[in-house]
C-alpha cells in the first residue's frame, strides 16, 4: 500500500496534541515510503500532515477544487497539486489516488468525505479501508453511534467491523496492510459511474 488519503481540519483544533498527532502521521507517511493524499490545504491539521510529511522527505499530493484554489488556499510547495472542478470531482480524484482512507480529527468536511468512501466499500464501489484516527478519544462518540446504528439494525455488523480504530498511526497502516474485504451489501448498478471515474 503505497498512497493513503487523509481527511482532517482546516484548523488545528484547541488541544495541541492534535498538531503533535498529525505531525506523526507525516513523518510516519513519508519514513513508510507512503504518498500523502490530501485535499491540498495549507492551513490547520491539512497544512501540517503535508508540512511532516515534505519535511521527511516524503510525497503529498494535494486534491482541490476551483473554487478554494482560487482564494489561494492550496499549499505551494507540494509534490503535485491537481485542481478540479468541484468537491464531488474532488472525492473522486482522491479516491482514485489513494489505497486507504483515514480520518484525523475534524469536523463535517471530513466527516463527510470519510463516510462517502466508507459507503462505498459497502457499496463495491472500491474495496479499500477506512480507519479513524481516535486521538485522544476524539471520535469516542461518534464510534458509539456507529454501533449502535448496527445494534438498531440500519448498519450491518460487518462494515461497523471492517472500520479500522486505532490511537496509533503504525497501527492503522500496520492493519491497512492486513485488510480483509467484507462482502459488499449489494450490486449498485446506478453508481457504476463512479467506478468508471475511479478507472480512468
Known sequence: MSS??????????KDSVFVENARKVGETLAAQGKTLIYGGGRSGLMGVVA???????????????ESLAEHELAHPHLT????VENMHARKIKMSELA??????PGGSG????????WTWA???IHSKPCAFFNVAGFYDDLLKFLRQTSEKGFTQPRFCEALIVSNCIDNILQQFEQYRVPEMKWEVPELEWVQQ???K
Not at 4 to 13: H, K, M, N, Q, T
Not at 51 to 65: C, H, K, N, Q
Request: charged content about 15%; proline content about 4%.
Open 4 to 13: 493513503i488519503a487523509i481527511f482532517c481540519g482546516s484548523a488545528p483544533g
Open 51 to 65: 508540512d511532516s510529511t515534505l519535511a521527511a522527505g516524503g510525497r503529498a499530493i494535494g486534491v482541490m477544487p
Open 80 to 83: 503535485e497539486l491537481h485542481i
Open 99 to 104: 489505497e486507504g482512507f483515514i480520518a484525523l
Open 110 to 117: 471530513t466527516l463527510e468525505e470519510i463516510f462517502e468512501q
Open 122 to 124: 459497502q457499496l463495491g
Open 197 to 199: 471515474e475511479l478507472a
